[in-house]
């Protein structure tokens, strides 16, 4: 696992999404898994909060589209 610091104005999900490339829901519960403090800091991150990363695969895992004859 890795630690990051954030950037001033950032959000959990742009967070991730910078150091990870995903954003997904799986990715992001992880994320919060491992950091449950982060939700004092609430919606917009203060600079310099160090964030701990899941171990991620690079890809999400692959989700079937939904239609309208579902």
Do not use: F
């Amino acid at each position: 696992m890795r630690k990051v610091r954030s950037v001033a104005g950032d959000s959990v999900n742009l967070l991730l999404y910078r150091e990870s490339g995903r954003s997904d829901d799986q990715a992001e519960e992880a994320l919060w898994a491992l950091n449950p403090q982060l939700a004092e800091q609430g919606p917009v991150l203060p600079a310099d909060v160090w964030v701990t990363l899941p171990e991620l695969d690079t890809k999400p895992a692959a989700i079937k589209p939904v239609t309208a004859w579902d």
